[in-house]
């Protein structure tokens, strides 16, 4: 299958969506009114709600909701073919995803830029948003250590990498003070400085990884880890002008341009899709993924189409700087779009490498007994329609100047791969994949760091507002002795859930609590709808939640009694088995008892209840 209509299609379909589908939540289901005041403008302080610029504020939604999500999930899922995650993303996205994400963004909004637990106490009540706060703190923790994993293991041993992505830090500093304090409102300046800075990073990074300066920068997997967990905690207590809001547009601006580019790449170059449409593993039994197609294509793939964890960011930092309500659309609905179109180009990017590299990459094999698992699997699967012989793995690995790729698991080094595959084969571009596969990297980095630390700081809120109701002071994110513990807390917890975890155990979990969050913002986006008198449009957000509870809910079971509960017969992994089982059962319960308060809320409410923002 070629690439090219794949890419075209895509492109056209979320186009139209944004044209129609968005316009229509926009003016019918929410009816944005630029006349009603944001909490932006109503609780300024400087530090947490300052009106910005819609399109830095685009720039640090997207760096924030866009994670390791799309660009591992759809490398993941493509264990079962390309044809499933791409309908998945296409669809998923346009009627689940994005209505999901400007849903949650505009009740916020409305709400003086309430979290999505505070919502639900007022909106269902104080039962639903003290189960909803409880299912937050798990499911934050857990998808930041899916999350912080990916970057992990990716930078683990990597000096060039390192250094680039850790060159963006002070650079993102400086963008901060140049557009806030010494020229305020001068975003082409930034903009352009820091463009040209990123390429600098990358190119540089080549030569501190041949010079004496590379063992400072190669940095173990357990050095890396608390490495991130402190830029979270940083940039979670700084003021979201110095670091946050110019890294995340800095980011983004690499992140859309690089995508944009990797379209046109693809729409060039037209490479062939490798992996079959749907493969064997269909039926279950894959190394990456153990369960089948359904239910788990969907809870692999944990952004790009719907994810939970955007829903934090959509009541967490975005809604404190929204300027106009009509921005929402662009910023809610339009940044989803473009998160399901990243998770298509890497769908595209890991179906172009064949399936023998593609598995040799992202199947651990460092042991003789892992090993001994994956030349087994080789054996029962390797056909002529599914080949499992490496290709050009060993060049790969001399092209890319990195000296191992084989077992690197993750999806983020298959994602490297594929795309410095692709750029490669562009006119004279041949001689420089090692430069694209470290690009690579800072681009996949860079989305998951984005991530980490907005997620911190949103996570700092909700426990904050959770400790608040014990300790007044608690709740109000400007109190600096609550702002420092609250962040402290969530820091120490995703850490240590890296240290303890693999991919095979994190990533599982985590896309069960990304779809789960996702069903409870649903819940909770259905209810607001109904209570503001919009009964009539509850569809447009009833729909996905029916899809993603069935969905999602069947996963956990399966995943608990089919997977988590075995690794409970091996003392090694005893620990981390009770773990998974214990976290994914109450976020279950969490998410059925959300459903079940809010359904009689349903039925009952009868009087439009249009909130002004207070």
Same mark, same amino acid.
């Given at each position: 299958m070629n690439a090219l209509p794949i890419m075209l299609g895509a492109v056209c379909i979320l186009a139209l969506a944004y044209r129609y589908y968005g316009a229509f939540v926009a003016a019918k289901v929410l009816a944005l009114d630029n006349s009603r005041p944001t909490a932006a403008h109503l609780h300024a302080d400087g530090q947490n709600y300052l009106p910005t610029n819609r399109w830095v504020l685009f720039g640090h939604h997207f760096a924030a909701i866009s994670g390791a999500g799309p660009l591992v999930g759809p490398v993941l899922a493509a264990q079962f073919g390309f044809a499933p995650g791409l309908l998945w993303l296409l669809i998923g996205v346009t009627i689940g995803g994005a209505v999901h994400d400007f849903v949650i963004l505009t009740a916020s909004t409305r709400r003086g830029g309430r979290s999505l637990a505070a919502i639900a106490r007022s909106e269902i009540g104080p039962f639903a948003g003290l189960i909803c706060g409880i299912a937050i703190l798990f499911i934050v923790i857990v998808a930041l250590a899916g999350l912080g994993l990916v970057v992990v293991e990716a930078l683990a041993e990597s000096p060039w990498g390192t250094f680039t992505v850790g060159l963006t830090i002070p650079m993102?500093?400086?963008?901060? @003070?140049?557009?806030?304090?010494? =020229?305020?409102?001068?975003?082409? %300046?930034?903009? #352009?400085?820091? $463009?040209?800075? *990123?390429?600098?990073?990358v190119w540089a990074g080549g030569y501190v990884a041949e010079s004496s300066l590379a063992v400072y920068f190669t940095l173990s997997k357990t050095t890396?880890?608390?490495?991130?967990?402190?830029?979270?905690?940083?940039?979670?207590?700084?003021?979201? @002008?110095?670091?946050?809001?110019? =890294?995340?547009?800095?980011?983004? %601006?690499?992140? #859309?341009?690089? $995508?944009?580019? *990797?379209?046109?790449?693809?729409?060039?170059?037209?490479?062939r899709l490798q992996m079959p449409a749907i493969t064997p593993l269909a039926a279950g039994g894959g190394p990456i993924i153990p369960g089948t197609l359904w239910p788990f294509v969907f809870t692999t793939i944990a952004c790009g189409a719907i994810s939970g964890f955007h829903s934090l960011i959509a009541s967490g930092t975005t809604p404190k700087m929204l300027d106009r309500e009509t921005d929402a659309r662009m910023i809610g609905y339009g940044a989803m779009l473009i998160e399901g179109l990243v998770g298509i180009t890497a769908l595209v990017a890991a179906s172009s490498l064949c399936p023998g590299d593609y598995f040799a990459i992202n199947v651990d094999q460092r042991t003789d007994e892992a090993r001994a698992r994956y030349e087994k699997f080789v054996a029962a699967h390797d056909s002529e329609s599914f080949p499992l012989a490496e290709c050009r793995l060993t060049a790969l690995e001399t092209e890319t100047g990195?000296?191992?790729?084989?077992?690197?698991?993750?999806?983020?080094?298959?994602?490297?791969?594929?795309?410095?595959?692709?750029?490669?084969?562009?006119?004279?571009?041949?001689?420089?994949?090692?430069?694209?596969?470290?690009?690579?990297i800072m681009f996949e980095a860079l989305f998951i760091?984005?991530?980490?630390?907005?997620?911190?700081?949103?996570?700092?809120?909700?426990?904050?507002?959770?400790?608040?109701?014990?300790?007044?002071?608690?709740?109000?994110?400007?109190?600096?002795?609550?702002?420092?513990?609250?962040?402290?807390?969530?820091?120490?917890?995703?850490?240590?859930?890296?240290?303890?975890?693999?991919?095979?155990?994190?990533?599982?979990?985590?896309?069960?609590?990304?779809?789960l969050l996702a069903g409870i913002a649903l819940c909770v986006g259905t209810t607001v709808l109904i209570n503001e008198g919009r009964r009539r449009f509850a569809w447009v957000t009833l729909v996905p939640l029916a899809f993603v509870s069935i969905t999602t809910l069947s996963a956990g079971w399966l995943s608990i009694t089919g997977n988590f509960l075995k690794l409970t017969e091996n003392p090694a992994t005893a620990l981390r088995g009770w773990m998974n089982a214990s976290l994914t059962a109450v976020m279950m319960a969490a998410m059925l008892a959300i459903l079940v308060a809010s359904i009689p809320r349903w039925w009952t409410s009868q009087q439009p209840n249009t909130p002004q923002v207070s």
């Open positions: 993102a500093l400086a963008m901060g @003070w140049w557009m806030y304090r010494v =020229r305020p409102g001068d975003i082409r %300046t930034a903009t #352009i400085a820091g $463009v040209i800075g *990123l390429l600098f990073a890396l880890i608390w490495l991130i967990a402190g830029y979270g905690f940083v940039a979670s207590v700084l003021p979201v @002008w110095l670091l946050l809001c110019p =890294r995340d547009y800095l980011s983004s %601006t690499m992140k #859309i341009g690089t $995508v944009a580019a *990797l379209v046109l790449v693809v729409m060039f170059v037209a490479p990195e000296t191992r790729l084989r077992s690197r698991t993750g999806g983020g080094v298959t994602l490297a791969v594929g795309i410095a595959q692709i750029v490669s084969s562009l006119p004279g571009m041949s001689g420089m994949v090692k430069y694209w596969y470290h690009f690579a760091l984005t991530t980490i630390d907005t997620g911190t700081r949103v996570a700092r809120f909700l426990l904050g507002e959770f400790i608040g109701r014990v300790h007044a002071p608690f709740g109000r994110p400007d109190w600096w002795p609550g702002t420092l513990l609250t962040s402290a807390v969530i820091v120490i917890g995703f850490a240590t859930f890296i240290q303890l975890g693999t991919i095979s155990t994190i990533w599982p979990i985590f896309g069960i609590a990304n779809q």
